[in-house]
């Protein structure tokens, strides 16, 4: 796990970016993808509409599995909705302490597995992962053991070490390991046959993190939920039902499913009026509040114009900074912005350094992009946080 540090929820918004769309050729989009993959030194491209490729640009060295970060997350969520579709789960409302029978007292006893998929379990969480749960050896024991900062189920808060216990969940449903059951159910019926999975010391497949695929493989996913759960051999794989769950808006947040995120079609941020007030009443200071406060009286179309306004406020440590000061503080891009939102037109599995699947299903158009962690990374531009958009921006030219 060291080669690993997981971020916070800000990095998830930094990834998402909607958009307002804007008018251009098909050819002019493909452009712009690959102009701006090459840019933030991608290492995989796969762009498909209805299942022909669009754009791939792939390393002269070949085709490799890529580690997928925080994308893992959206991949897991698949193992428990195909145990729902086996009647092993009976209900997505079952109680966690089912199978960890060390929460059937308080208010533990209160935690669902819906609300670890939808980040509302309420457990105590450290806002940048590495922190914590790096090199941690046994990270079941770690979030089993954690107090709670909310009530469960009361609010929305992107949580890794919570996630952790859903492989836990799988291996007590399915018999076998996460990997194993999903190597049978969900990798060799869609072909995916190279892969590797991290577990932490105690031998357990992560939750948060920890996949390792193809931009091929991960297209393959995204073609699956794109085709209501059918493999391309017409066999089916998932439910319509499952698939639908996955992407339905949590109790929560309109901008998650199950561990799936929501991306709609354009976004609009302004900062909130008092918000001095309210930063220095919820202790948010120092360069983090100083950010915040800059961006009054501007309007930011999109998560990437507003993190990119933050990010060079912030400088190199942002997404640290933004952690510490807001959602260690359980603070929300909603609770300091006004948000204007569009409907929802994609859907999205996405982590740390840029790892990026988006499922456009109007326009039946799954792309991916792809990086290999290096020391040479550089934060905010070579996470491609505009890719996303782009791809709605290539969506909006196949109507």
Do not use: C
Not at 102 to 125: A, F, P
């Amino acid at each position: 796990m060291k080669s690993t540090r997981w971020l916070s929820r800000v990095m998830a918004l930094a990834l998402l970016a909607p958009i307002g769309v804007h008018a251009t050729t098909t050819a002019d989009a493909i452009a712009t993808i690959e102009r701006n993959a090459k840019a933030a030194h991608s290492d995989a491209v796969l762009v498909r509409h209805n299942g022909a490729t669009l754009l791939q640009q792939t390393p002269s060295s070949g085709e490799a599995p890529v580690h997928l970060m925080s994308a893992t997350k959206s991949v897991v969520a698949l193992a428990l909705v195909l145990l729902l579709d086996e009647g092993k789960l009976a209900s997505l409302d079952e109680p966690v302490s089912t199978f960890y029978p060390e929460w059937k007292q308080g208010r533990k006893k209160d935690i669902t597995v819906r609300m670890l998929l939808e980040h509302t379990s309420g457990l105590q969480n450290v806002a940048n992962a590495g922190e914590e749960l790096e090199g941690a050896p046994d990270l079941v024991k770690l979030a089993l053991a954690a107090e709670l900062s909310s009530d469960p189920g009361s609010a929305f808060s992107y949580n890794n070490k919570a996630t952790n216990l859903l492989p836990g969940i799988v291996e007590h449903l399915a018999g076998q390991p996460i990997d194993s059951y999903l190597d049978t159910r969900l990798f060799k019926p869609l072909g995916i046959t190279h892969y590797s999975w991290m577990k932490d010391q105690a031998g357990t497949p992560l939750g948060m993190a920890g996949l390792s695929l193809t931009a091929r493989d991960l297209v393959a996913i995204g073609q699956l939920l794109l085709d209501r759960g059918l493999a391309p051999s017409g066999k089916r794989v998932l439910s319509e039902h499952a698939v639908a769950l996955l992407t339905r808006e949590s109790a929560r947040s309109p901008d998650v499913g199950l561990l799936w995120w929501r991306i709609p079609a354009s976004e609009r941020y302004q900062l909130k009026a008092q918000m001095s007030e309210f930063l220095a009443r919820r202790g948010v200071g120092g360069q983090v509040q100083e950010a915040l406060l800059a961006t009054a009286g501007r309007s930011f179309d999109s998560r990437t114009a507003l993190v990119a306004f933050l990010a060079e406020r912030l400088g190199a440590d942002w997404s640290q900074q933004y952690g510490v000061e807001i959602t260690g503080r359980g603070l929300r891009l909603s609770d300091l912005f006004d948000v204007e939102r569009g409907p929802i037109v994609a859907f999205a599995a996405n982590g740390y350094l840029g790892q990026h699947l988006v499922i456009v299903p109007q326009q039946r158009l799954v792309a991916v992009r792809l990086i290999h962690r290096r020391d040479s990374h550089r934060s905010p531009s070579d996470d491609y946080a505009a890719f996303p958009a782009d791809v709605l921006q290539l969506a909006s030219t196949l109507r």
